[in-house]
């Protein structure tokens, strides 16, 4: 007896489709951050810094508003070209990462278990130097996150083999 077709209007399990919105949620911040750090491009950093901490009226005696007025004079224009490359880089990713898991595609699920298992040594070692709540809360989440698209990745493969049932 041949394997049932799966039924269109069902694209994706729903924790599948919850993380599909995380990833879109994240990819369109992260796409207006590439755009703002191209609109800064070519401004006046100093006046730029100055201006915020007005806006959110710090005091400009405050240490981290020191701190910030004294950095961004030293910033070049073209790291900044450079952090908005790599952050619409990272962005087009998280993009078509949630795109794909929305639409269950398989290759969606192939790329968020390298990217996720990407960062999760990275976060581990984080956690090593200096641990705190947030990042152990970050590691737990994305740890189950890269379980779970690991399993339907596997269930997905032990279906498309002949003969053969999901685990």
Known sequence: MPAPSPN???KAPRFLRLIAIVKLAKGVALAGVA?????????????LAQEFIDFVRI?????????????????????????????AFYAAILLSEGIGLWLGAAWA????????????????????HGPSLTKGIVIAVNA?????????VLKRRALARPGRAAP
């Open 8 to 10: 269109p209007q069902q």
């Open 35 to 47: 755009l703002g750090l191209f609109s800064i491009v070519h401004r006046d950093l100093d006046q």
């Open 59 to 87: 005091s400009p005696e405050n240490h981290y508003a020191k701190l910030l007025l004294e950095k961004a004079g030293v910033i070049e224009p073209h790291s900044i070209v450079k952090a908005g490359i790599a952050t």
């Open 109 to 128: 699920e192939y790329v968020v278990v390298v990217t996720t298992g990407f960062f999760v040594p990275e976060e581990i070692i984080s956690m090593a």
């Open 144 to 152: 189950a996150i890269l379980a779970y698209v690991v399993s339907i």
